[in-house]
């Protein structure tokens, strides 16, 4: 079945930076666009930063800049690198196929301390 794994999070300074992993199973993955979402708590998950199978890349207004998206389908991951960090940034992360609902993971916690 789809297993995703999201690492990478942890307590970081404003302007500092994180690189998030996500591994991916049970799904063709270089044939699958990935996403990843943020929540922050009391808010609806939003989308970040998208890559097509082709490695075309695609981002939210309030990452542009700072986020970028890639992908290694030899190890059937994706990855978001993370710089000048905010304290709004403060969400758990998760990807998953684009335009998929199911089969989400647990997550990985960012805290960006102002």
């Known amino acids: 079945q789809v297993q995703l794994v999201e690492s990478g999070g942890g307590l970081v300074e404003s302007g500092g930076s994180l690189r998030l992993s996500c591994a991916a199973s049970?799904?063709?993955?270089?044939?699958?666009?990935m996403i990843w979402y943020r929540q922050a708590p009391g808010k609806e998950r939003e989308g970040v930063a998208t890559?097509?199978?082709?490695?075309?890349?695609s981002y939210a207004d309030f990452v542009k800049g700072r986020f970028t998206i890639s992908r290694d389908n030899a190890k059937n991951t994706v990855y978001l690198q993370m710089n000048s960090l905010k304290s709004e940034d403060t969400a758990v992360y998760y990807c998953?196929?684009?335009?998929?609902?199911?089969?989400w993971g647990q997550g990985t916690q960012v805290t960006v301390s102002s």
């Open positions: 049970g799904f063709t993955f270089n044939n699958s666009a």
């Open positions: 998953n196929r684009l335009g998929s609902s199911v089969s």
């Open positions: 890559i097509l199978e082709g490695g075309v890349r």
